[in-house]
């Protein structure tokens, strides 16, 4: 699936009966565009990117010549199941949602990237094939590096190595609570809680998101999502107008949020 310009074009080819929450693409400036390599812009300008931004600066040499900039439209599919992953991402401002595909074609979001994490990170393992169906949820900026480019500099490379391995950590604590999360918590805890990161990740309390996203992304039925916002926004903890969700209260929502949220904080 990856193949650069063309993912726009091919993200629902891979199963008609696939049920993927209906993300519009954004008609926006916010295109897939390969843009400048890192090394032409200033060498200190700051990457937000977590991971990126905290290797040592001598491991963060060697790699930085080979990164680029790139822009991810919202409902973009970077990876089906099997695609070959030709490419690792650094998010930014994007969010690039992790989906596993039930019996009946509905899909589930087993875990999110965002800032603090990297897609594709199975490739340094040798697995050249996506396992799950990685999807952007938040449109906005990410780095991307050639896989085989990265498995170099990660074979030669102790302490990148370490960081990799803290974060699949991570990674996997937060598939591990997704799991409980899905099914002992109720849909109004699990909404707070995936509001909550959500945000967090994009740095953003103003969310371009609809109900019927929403109810995709936790797998429940739209009318479910329907009656826990209306609920939250007389409560005057969130505001809903046309696509877009305002977290108005984040500490009633993190109060109306199950513990998942704080034992999978990034920040
Ligand atoms: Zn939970």
């Not at 039930?102 to 999110?112: H, I, P, Q």
């Not at 992304?217 to 046309?242: C, W």
Request: charged share 20%; net charge negative; aromatic share 10%.
């Amino acid at each position: 699936m990856n193949q650069g310009y063309k993912l726009q074009n091919t993200n629902l080819e891979f199963n008609s009966s696939v049920i993927l929450p209906n993300i519009p693409i954004n008609s926006n400036n916010w295109g897939y565009s390969k843009s400048r390599p890192y090394s032409q812009i200033s060498y200190n300008k700051r990457i937000e990117n977590e991971i990126l931004n905290n290797l040592p600066e001598n491991v963060f040499r060697e790699i930085f010549p080979f990164l680029e900039e790139v822009y991810l439209k919202t409902g973009e599919c970077i990876y089906q199941p099997e695609d070959v992953i030709n490419y690792l991402y650094f998010p930014e401002t994007a969010i690039i949602s992790d989906f596993q595909i039930l019996e009946d074609g509905k899909t589930l979001e087993v875990a999110m990237i965002g800032k603090e994490g990297i897609v594709g990170i199975n490739s340094v393992f040798n697995s050249h094939s996506s396992i799950n169906w990685l999807q952007v949820s938040i449109f906005g900026k990410a780095w991307r590096i050639d896989a085989k480019t990265f498995h170099n500099q990660f074979v030669q490379n102790g302490v990148l190595q370490e960081v990799v391995f803290d974060y699949i950590n991570s990674y996997i604590a937060q598939i591990s609570q997704k799991v409980i999360c899905n099914s002992h918590h109720s849909v109004e805890e699990r909404l707070c809680c995936w509001l909550l990161m959500i945000s967090d990740r994009c740095g953003q309390t103003n969310l371009p998101l609809t109900q019927e996203q929403i109810a995709g992304f936790l797998g429940v039925h739209r009318p479910s999502v329907t009656l826990i916002t209306q609920s939250l926004r007389e409560k005057g903890i969130i505001n809903y107008l046309r696509g877009k969700i305002s977290i108005l209260d984040k500490a009633k929502l993190e109060f109306s949020a199950c513990d998942c949220y704080s034992n999978t904080k990034i920040i």
